[in-house]
Every structure is written in structure tokens, then in C-alpha cells.
């Protein structure tokens, strides 16, 4: 007994060490405390002990594992998941807990705060159009007004009207503003489409959803300029009924258990942008993570001249990448004055931060 105590203290700390057996990473965010150094204020003030708590938790031999099969326990046995916002819905469906409250109406602005968003949207979609900028709001689908007979039957008695969404396109129509609603679109041809625009286990649209938008988005900048744009040439699909791409699969590679969940029969397209012949225009585009997947295959970097990504008003990609930059280092009037196209692209569960700010500082410049 006692030496089957002793390898159970000294087996962790000789894989640690050696690294005796390879196991598959734990993915996420997430940011491996370092080995601190002792000082003697450290040591007196007790952050030193703190810090190496936790690098000791970080490090542990076999943690990877032990986390892998914690978090298989939860799932299976009280059906938790082990990951922020996570929601396990009907059928192992899994949903961000943002996406459900935005579709049931739970986390509603209110008419007078979504008028004033969109009056000074308009001031500054007409102040711009002034200058030859057009400006465009596309409306993202989110996963759980897809899929809502995947949600748990417990979050309905929370379903209240109207929604933000819902507001916000009322808004537009109203002040006749231009945007896209790939919202309604996706809802309205789940049924017709040949594969899933949304899979199971992930949070944002299908690869094959993502290509369409893209190739909607393409079409609908082309038909707002005299320029011959690049075209999206979506090829042969190849199908999959047991593996996913990209981030079909994200929440639940997020989870970090041990089994892999059903999926849906994935369809993965070749493609290509056609632009031997063909001008291209100065964009940049405000979102979340759902533009990640048009950025990553070119529409910006490729299709554009020099497009570029705003993530959340953040960061601006692809810049960023190399030299840091963010939104405070631009002149964002010269910026914003410097494009043929502004899209602000936003999902339902985003709207209730409709423009992440972007809206504000922009009406700031030209109307404060």
C-alpha cells in the first residue's frame, strides 16, 4: 500500500520532467501559469506561494487526461459542461448560453433604446454616404434561433417578446437603411438546402453556410459599384459523416472530453476567388467571431484592396497579427473616410452591444 501511495506522488512528477507519454492537448482559451521566481518580497507578501500553487496545478504530470476524464464524468452522469457558457441541449446539441437567452428575448434592450441606436446609425450612414462610403449592417444568424428544438425544454419559460433581432430589423426598415438578413434567410431555407448551414456541435455557421454568405455579401458589394469584383467560385463538395473542419466542431472541442459527439453529415466545398480580371474595393468590416471564417479564406486580404477586420472594434486585422495595431492607434475618421464599404456584421446574441462602440465614436467625430 504504501508504495502504490509512492507512485502515485512520484509518476506525476516523472511525467512532468520527462514527459514520458504524449497526451492530446487540452483546447480553448486558456494560459499555463509560468514557474515563478522567489524573491523575498514575494515570498513575505505570499504571491510567491500563490503563483507556485498555481504552476504546480498547471503543470501536474498527468493533467491533460485527469481534466479529460473529470469533464467526460460531468457530461455523462449530470450532463454539465465544462465550459464557459456552455449549454448541453437536446440530442447533445450545444449551444452558447448568449445565442438562447437572444432568441428567447431575455436579454432585450427595449424600442427606445434600440430607436436611439438606429437614429444614430442613420446620421452617420448618411453623413458617410455624403462622402462616398457606404455603409451596411448584415444581420448574422445565431445557433439557437436555427436549431431551437435542440434547446433545453427548462429555458422556454424564460421566452419573452419581442427581441432585439426583431427590433433592430424593424428599425431599419423603418429608417429604409440597407442590410443584409442572413438571420431570416438561413431560418427560411433550413429545410431546402442540400447540407446543415449550422452543425451540432459547434456555435457559428456551417463552412458550407459561411461560403454561401460570403458569396452573398461578394454579390451584394458588386451590385453597390460601377467595379468589377472578384467572384467566389464555390467547386466540387466533399462530405463527412464522421469528421468536422474548422469550427463545425468548436464548442465541443471546448468541452475536452474524452468520447467525439455525433455529427451531422458535414459538406466542405473547394473554392476559389476569380479576380484575373477584376477591380477591387477598400472595406472594412465590424464583428465577432462569425467574420473569422470570411476573413480566414481570403475575402477581405483576397476579394478587397486592403481589407481589413475590426474585431469588435478591438483589433485590426490583418495588421494586428504582426504589429499590434488596435482601433485607439487609428485616425478612425481618416479610416473611415479612406473605404468604399463599412459592414457592421452581427449575430443576435451581439446586438444587445450593437456596434461594440463602433457607432458611438463614429457619430462622435462627425456630430459631437
Known sequence: MVGVIAMLFVFPLVQRNFKLFN???????????????????????????????NYCTDSFGFRNPLVRGINELDFQLFREANAKYVIIG??????????????????????????????????????LAKLGVQLTMVFAPGKASYHPEYIPDYYWQYQTSPTNYSTFKQAFEANELPFLDFHLWFRKNKSTTPYPLFPLTGIHWSK??????????????????????????????????????????????????????????????????????????????????????????????????SGE??????????????????????????????KDHIVLLQTDATLKRFGFGFVEDAWTIYFN
Open 208 to 305: 458550407y453556410g459561411m461560403l454561401l454568405a460570403t458569396d452573398s455579401l461578394l454579390s451584394y458589394w458588386d451590385s453597390k459599384t460601377d467595379k468589377r469584383l472578384p467572384s467566389l467560385d464555390i467547386g466540387p463538395i466533399t462530405e463527412t459523416t464522421s469528421q468536422t473542419q474548422g469550427s463545425d466542431a468548436d464548442v465541443e472541442d471546448g468541452l475536452n472530453i474524452i468520447q467525439t459527439l455525433p455529427h451531422f453529415n458535414m459538406a466542405y466545398p473547394n473554392y476559389q476567388f476569380i479576380d484575373s480580371i477584376s477591380d477591387k474595393i477598400r472595406t472594412a468590416v465590424i464583428a465577432d467571431s462569425y467574420y473569422w471564417g470570411l476573413f480566414d479564406i481570403g475575402l477581405s486580404t483576397i476579394a478587397c484592396d
Open 23 to 53: 497526451f492530446q492537448r487540452l483546447k480553448g482559451e486558456y494560459s499555463a501559469h509560468q514557474k515563478p521566481s522567489i524573491t523575498l518580497s514575494s515570498w513575505l507578501d505570499g504571491s510567491y506561494q500563490k503563483a507556485a500553487d
Open 90 to 127: 437536446k440530442d447533445n446539441g450545444l449551444f452558447e448560453t448568449p445565442y438562447i437567452e437572444a432568441h428567447l428575448g431575455m436579454d432585450y434592450l427595449g424600442d427606445s433604446v434600440i430607436n436611439q441606436k438606429v437614429l444614430k446609425y442613420k446620421q452617420l450612414h448618411d453623413t
Open 309 to 338: 477586420f475590426w474585431y469588435y472594434f478591438k483589433q485590426v486585422y490583418p495588421q494586428n497579427f504582426e504589429s499590434g495595431l488596435m482601433i485607439k492607434d487609428l485616425d478612425l475618421q481618416k479610416a473611415l473616410e479612406s
